[in-house]
């Protein structure tokens, strides 16, 4: 698999107790700071207020921060009639990101959507927004049973995809490893709220999240799984919603549509999902994969099969939003025990 | 790394419109601006996105060939939401196009061998791009024959053009309509595509057999074309799965790993016995 | 436990249902549905109060309809939903055996919808006093207040649509979001086009709601939209007498349809 992040550049430390200057500097400096932040059961990024409303409890978000990069709804250009014929305009360049408080899987699982969306015919607004982003990542001192970040040849030290990466050290610290231009850029402009720190052992800091299955056995086998009769059973839960698709750090899949009055419009990028059923209907009604298990199986190959063959990588970073998120309890750890049991 | 917005369509006029059969049009569009006309390039078996502003995109191939500049042509049924707002346009408006995509027909590596076009239904404007391009090109090729069928009469579609092609002598010329579907006058075959094909059975020898139509069709022409002797390397198809990038992006024309708007939509039939039965 | 566990294996068993909806415990502890189609598997049943889903909502996956004879085990709320979808003419005679357990943990295999009727009217479920308040509180705020509460939620929808996959009474099989000539709902999860969608499901739901607050439960976004369901329910009883999945029979408040109706475009 590609590692496509540099080393780390520099080490510092913060005290914990000056995130809310180093938040309220950003802010000050006209960026868009995302935190994550807590409504009922949910957790999401939104932009920073107050120090108050940021969550710092949470094993992972409900939400990704995939919409730093790739929003639910988002203009890919806009039109204006003009005489019998069209004026077209291009989305302006948004202002510049900072996100706070992702997982290490998340980091990777943006590195993995930046480089599908930029690959071979490039995307113009997710380019633009990559390049106007910077994530600072939280190391994870905690996990869940629905966490395999390990499984997929991640952890909780991973440093990949994130530009600064934060660990709690005790002692009201936190640890900060400076790795890209961009990270290095952020924290010389905030320079006096962190100190200069020597290299550290993350390890016994962070969560030893157990292995839940063996992924190079998988991508060794995948081929055989296609016609695998679990596929069906296991799928029948499944309610064909977009649930898992929205949450997930690396689904990229959207719609296009048009929205406008007489006089002028927008064309919509909206997020959508291979698990509902009309994503693959054709218009003379035939469906490539007209059963929920088809399209199950279509989720679980594109993350270990699909992407190993086309990006040489995997798709899925373990971050097992989209097994809390099921209605229905549907489980992609189970499923692909199932697949190797047999 | 190309820097623009790939969404970002040209602009088009509806140069002329011409109605093929019940609910079935075809657009010839020119470029609204002269550079994009010059720096327009595209090749047999491609397709684009062509929207109407404030409704949205819909996905066809290009039906005219790379061989006449200055123009595309697009030939589509009017089925749902896009397509019929395309229907009620007139000459002179203006809609979005974005393309060329997809990869296209090898014809380079055809010289010197007969080609059999099988067509069905709505599924004859991929195929027109590239037999106007092997007759524009008519020295490069052996005998060139083209079979086409349609559920009536009625429903052929460039009736204008399948005249011209039945009074040429370089092409063989069959056309079929599904029986009970011929009129009075009708002096072609009647039956199903896969029957007339062997009623008339082509040599397979040095020959390259390009297939297209609904998926029924296909199913039951290929063991025929087997059975002649073609091989799978020789026969190639078309893919149409539900698209909106085109790019490669959207992942709505997945089939497997393969995207059928940059992997497709020509597959070799040997390519497409590879995939996973999901178009 | 052992009774329905033994009652399952034995419908299973005798051929009497080719498979069984029930529930299970998953890998990670969550209770999830559970298809049982022998009667070794039965084992794994699960049935207590974490078992929350609305497993009426399965009985319109085609996969499930595939079975020639499907056995379920329903909560107070499934029931509802069974008997409402009954009374809306979406369950076959004879398709479905549905089995409850009541609150003396005795194993009911119910013989038909009348017997569900009854059973329903001596188990009313008590009014979620907790429900109500929030309901009262958000009515005492002003209009303007109320608006800016609604838009707030609604703008964080991000149109996965897993309230209407949960739902039991969500069942057609082209959904008005899926509608596009005309284009009734907006596509793009913005806020005009989430308050469009809510606005139709609640209109579409009222007085069919069987109130098991699934869709409240699944929302990723944590919108209350039991809120609007509940209120919906209420002024369905206050104004019309009407709630839904208490009668085998069909009476709509806000719409209505004829089985032999002479208009095609309903079918
Ligand atoms: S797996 Fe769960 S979240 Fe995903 S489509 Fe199925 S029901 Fe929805
Ligand atoms: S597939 Fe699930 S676990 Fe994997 S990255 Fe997506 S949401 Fe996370
Ligand atoms: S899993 Fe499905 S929704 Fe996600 S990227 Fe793959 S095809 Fe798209
Ligand atoms: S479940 Fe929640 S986020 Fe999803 S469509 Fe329903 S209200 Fe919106
Ligand atoms: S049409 Fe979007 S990926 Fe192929």
Redesign the pocket.
């Given at each position: 698999m590609k590692i496509l992040s540099g080393k780390i550049m520099n080490y510092k430390t913060l005290k914990i107790d000056n995130l809310d200057l180093f938040f309220n500097e950003i802010k000050k400096s006209g960026k868009n700071l995302l935190v994550p932040k807590k409504k009922g059961k949910t957790t999401y990024f939104s932009s920073f207020i107050n120090i108050n409303d940021v969550e710092f409890n949470y094993i992972q978000t409900t939400i990704s921060p995939k919409s730093a990069l790739f929003p639910k709804v988002e203009e890919l250009i806009s039109f204006k009639k003009d005489d019998g014929t069209y004026v077209v305009t291009e989305p302006s360049i948004e202002k510049e990101t900072i996100v706070f408080g992702l997982r290490p899987c998340d980091a990777v699982g943006l590195e993995y959507l930046s480089n599908f969306f930029l690959n071979e015919k490039s995307d113009f607004t997710v380019r633009l927004r990559k390049e106007n982003t910077t994530l600072i990542t939280l190391a994870c001192k905690n996990f869940d049973e629905n966490c395999f970040c390990t499984s997929v040849g991640l952890s909780p030290a991973s440093i990949k995809g994130s530009d600064i990466c934060l660990t709690d050290i005790g002692n009201g610290l936190f640890y900060a490893e400076i790795i890209t231009d961009k990270g290095e850029k952020l924290i010389a402009e905030h320079s006096a709220l962190f100190s200069n720190a020597e290299k550290i052992n993350k390890e016994s800091y962070v969560a030893q999240v157990p292995l839940k299955f063996d992924s190079d056995n998988l991508i060794k086998n995948i081929k055989n799984y296609y016609n695998s009769e679990k596929w069906t059973i296991n799928s029948l839960?499944?309610?064909?919603?977009?649930?898992?698709?929205f949450v997930c750090p690396t689904c990229t899949c959207f719609n296009i549509e048009d929205e406008a009055n007489p006089v002028c419009g927008t064309r919509l990028r909206c997020w959508d999902?291979c698990?509902f059923g009309i994503f693959t209907l054709h218009a003379s009604g035939h469906n490539p994969r007209p059963i929920?298990s088809n399209r199950?199986r279509h989720?679980v190959l594109h993350k270990f099969g699909y992407s190993v063959t086309n990006m040489d990588t995997l798709s899925c970073v373990g971050c097992g939003r989209?097994i809390r998120?099921?209605?229905?309890g549907?489980n992609i750890i189970e499923q692909i025990l199932d697949l190797q049991e047999a | 790394m190309e820097n623009n917005n790939m969404y970002l369509p040209y602009l088009m006029k509806i140069d002329k419109i011409t109605c093929e059969a019940p609910s079935i049009k075809t657009f010839k569009l020119k470029f609204i601006n002269k550079e994009d006309e010059e720096s327009f390039n595209f090749k047999a078996g491609q397709f684009g996105e062509y929207s109407i502003f404030g409704e949205g995109e819909s996905t066809f191939c290009i039906a005219s060939s790379p061989t006449r500049k200055g123009y595309i042509e697009c030939t589509f049924r009017e089925v749902g939401k896009i397509t019929s707002a395309l229907a009620n346009c007139e000459e002179g408006n203006i809609i979005g196009f974005r393309g060329p995509y997809g990869n296209t027909f090898p014809i380079e590596q055809w010289t010197g061998k007969n080609l059999i076009f099988i067509a069905g239904g709505i599924a004859l404007p991929p195929l027109r791009c590239v037999i106007w391009n092997a007759l524009d090109l008519r020295d490069k090729f052996k005998d060139i024959t083209i079979l086409y069928g349609a559920k009536t009469a009625d429903d052929l579609v460039y009736k204008y053009e399948l005249e011209d092609w039945k009074n040429r002598n370089d092409v063989k010329l069959i056309t079929t309509v599904d029986p009970g579907g011929e009129t009075k006058d009708w002096t072609g075959e009647v039956g199903f595509v896969p029957h007339i094909l062997g009623k008339y059975p082509p040599h397979s020898n040095n020959t390259i057999a390009i297939v297209c139509g609904p998926p029924i069709m296909i199913k039951l022409t290929m063991p025929i074309l087997m059975k002649l002797g073609f091989t799978n390397e020789n026969i190639f198809t078309t893919l149409e799965n539900r698209m909106k990038c085109g790019i490669g992006k959207c992942g709505h024309c997945m089939v497997g790993n393969n995207y059928v708007c940059k992997d497709g939509p020509v597959y070799r039939y040997d390519e497409l016995l590879q995939l996973p039965l999901e178009y | 436990m052992q009774e329905l566990n033994n009652k399952i294996a034995e419908l299973l068993t005798n051929n009497l249902v080719s498979i069984f909806i029930s529930y299970k415990k998953g890998l990670n502890g969550k209770i999830k549905p559970a298809f049982f189609t022998k009667p070794n598997e039965v084992y794994e049943n699960y049935f207590g109060d974490e078992a929350q889903q609305n497993l009426a909502v399965y009985v319109h996956k085609p996969e499930v309809k595939k079975y020639s004879k499907v056995g379920i085990l329903a909560n107070i709320f499934a029931l509802k939903a069974l008997l409402q979808l009954y009374a809306e003419n979406q369950i076959k005679d004879n398709y479905l055996t549905i089995v409850t357990v009541n609150q003396d943990n005795k194993v009911i295999v119910f013989a038909d919808f009348n017997e569900i009727e009854s059973y329903i009217a001596q188990h009313q479920i008590e009014k979620n006093t907790n429900k109500q308040k929030e309901i009262n509180e958000l009515l005492s705020l002003s209009r303007e207040k109320r608006w800016e509460f609604w838009v707030e939620q609604l703008s964080s929808c991000i149109k996965c649509y897993?309230c209407r996959?949960i739902c039991p009474m969500c069942y057609c099989s082209k959904c008005t979001v899926e509608l596009n000539q005309p284009q009734w709902i907006s596509v793009p999860a913005h806020s005009l086009g989430n308050f469009e969608w809510h606005i139709m499901r609640m209109m579409h739901l009222a007085c069919r709601c069987i109130n098991c607050q699934e869709c409240s439960r699944v929302c990723p976004m944590n919108i209350p939209l039991h809120l609007l369901t509940t209120k919906i329910n209420s002024d369905m009883e206050e104004e019309f007498g009407q709630i839904a999945g208490m009668k085998t029979t069909l009476d709509f408040a806000l719409n209505t349809f004829k089985v032999d109706d002479y208009e095609n475009f309903i079918r």
């Open positions: 839960p499944c309610l064909g919603c977009g649930a898992c698709a999902s698990a929920q199950w989720r989209c998120v099921c209605p229905a549907m | - | 897993a996959a």
